[in-house]
């Protein structure tokens, strides 16, 4: 997702500056705290969820006051205070992605509200959004894929040169990124699914993976050889081998923490531009690899929705505009009536 920090909405600088003197009154209201301490504690929603939510509801609640001189009375609000929303927004400039993020913020929020019975009805419901713009989803060939995966042991097969800049290369960090790459590959996992392994998720015997996706549901996801052959080439070179609870994959100096996101993604832009790959491309660019991969191959989309951890069909469904324009060029070069 998409962090609404990226895009702000342009609020004044004399605006900005009072904020910014000491933490947001839109941190104290009752009902904001408590919505952001469901998130945490009951539906166990990923950090980068709660950082855009509360981001969302921060920034709602100081236009309000902006706008209207004094905090939202949540209880209170109209449909139309939302639409006067919806048109600052867009006077931002904001993307329609980013405008929906927001309200999905805000969905979520009220979903909240009318469950602790402050409201009946939320007046968010049914509102008119600005319609996303239609965007497939980016990925990598098979050839482009199969490239990457080699792309880590790269610096072991090069003698690193003399007076070279910066700290050399472990061999543990070569095979620990190739075991990172195989196994989003091969399990189609979310970066934050990935990095929250640990090593007794693993079932070698049966070639499974115990993957905790979002909200805290488990699924089970196969895993290849190639992916578990990865791995036990990378714990081959720690001092001793992940066990229990301990991470799949250790931080980039070898400490006992889990690799995190952000590391993963500096790893992930050297490997791609090191195969001249756009170093722009992100983890999640793996994951629909993966799914396009598989339906391409032939798998249904009912089962590609599972092995993903989707919620909704609709969601898995992107893919096939993917598979369906692979089929119609198949089909025009082909068929001698096309």
């Known amino acids: 997702m998409n962090s609404v920090r990226s895009e702000t909405a342009g609020e004044s600088s004399k605006s900005d500056a009072s904020e910014q003197r000491g933490p947001d009154p839109a941190l104290a209201d009752k009902w904001i705290k408590s919505f952001l301490q469901h998130l945490s504690a009951d539906r166990g929603a990923s950090i980068y969820t709660q950082r855009n939510y509360q981001q969302a509801l921060v920034e709602f609640h100081r236009w309000h006051r902006g706008e209207r001189g004094q905090p ?22 904001l993307s329609r992605a980013a405008i929906q993020l927001r309200f999905s913020a805000l969905r979520s929020f009220y979903k909240h509200l009318v469950r602790h019975g402050l409201v009946t009805a939320s007046p968010i419901r049914n509102l008119a959004l600005p319609k996303l713009e239609k965007r497939l989803p980016k990925f990598l060939t098979v050839e482009q894929m199969l490239d990457l995966l080699k792309a880590p042991l790269k610096p072991l097969e090069t003698p690193r040169k003399p007076g070279a800049s910066g700290r050399p290369i472990t061999a543990s960090v070569c095979y620990r990124d190739v075991a990172i790459l195989e196994t989003i590959y091969s399990c189609g996992l979310r970066i934050s699914e990935l990095c929250g392994l640990a090593a007794e998720d693993i079932d070698w015997g049966e070639r499974l993976v115990r993957v905790r996706g979002k909200g805290r549901k488990e699924r089970l996801v196969p895993i290849g050889e190639h992916a ?39 790893r992930l832009k050297r490997h791609l531009a090191a195969v001249g790959l756009d170093p722009q491309l992100t983890p999640h660019k793996l994951r629909h690899s993966y799914a396009t991969h598989l339906l391409d191959a032939g798998a249904d989309l009912r089962s590609v929705q599972e092995l993903l951890g989707h919620a909704h069909l609709v969601t898995t469904q992107v893919y096939t505009h993917l598979t369906t324009d692979r089929l119609k060029r198949a089909y025009d070069e082909a068929h001698p009536r096309a």
Not at 236 to 250: C, D, I, K, Q, W
């Open 72 to 93: 939202p009375d949540w209880k209170g609000l109209q449909r139309d205070d939302f639409r006067a929303y919806v048109r600052f927004l867009g006077r931002g400039k």
């Open 228 to 266: 578990l052959a990865a791995i036990r080439n990378y714990w081959s070179t720690l001092e001793r081998a992940s066990m229990g609870n301990a991470p799949v994959f250790l931080s980039h100096n070898g400490h006992a923490g889990p690799v995190k996101p952000r590391i993963l993604q500096q």
